[in-house]
């Protein structure tokens, strides 16, 4: 099982900043791809950015040039740094994890945080 845990949300007025962390655990034998999700209510769920094994970082247009993805120490811990906070940006934000484990067999794994509340407003 991979287990993945994010934290950081919050209450912020527009144009402040935020730190999102998300850690993925268990039996991991690699991790290909983390990425990072938002919903906001009666929205469908949407890609913020993501960053694959090779440290290869995209982002959606919406966030380009406020918001950046980092890896900590290990490829299982990013971060997405969120600054020039909007309205608009008020969602859940969910961190995924995919990659492959150990069983064995050795399997593809595809988890989900819990999700964090991030709002903006004043």
């Known amino acids: 099982q991979v287990q993945v845990v994010e934290s950081g949300g919050g209450l912020v007025q527009p144009g402040g900043s935020l730190r999102l962390s998300c850690a993925a655990s268990g039996s991991i034998f690699s991790v290909n791809v983390m990425a990072w999700y938002r919903q906001a209510p009666g929205k469908q769920r949407e890609l913020v950015g993501d960053i694959t094994g090779g440290g290869t970082i995209n982002y959606a247009d919406f966030v380009k040039g406020r918001f950046s993805i980092s890896r900590g120490n290990t490829k299982n811990t990013v971060y997405l740094q969120m600054n020039s906070l909007k309205p608009e940006d008020t969602a859940a934000y969910y961190c995924?994890?995919?990659?492959?484990?150990?069983?064995?067999?050795?399997?593809?794994?595809?988890?989900w945080g819990q999700g964090t509340q991030v709002t903006v407003s004043s």
């Open positions: 995924n994890a995919r990659g492959l484990r150990y069983g064995p067999p050795i399997t593809n794994y595809d988890s």
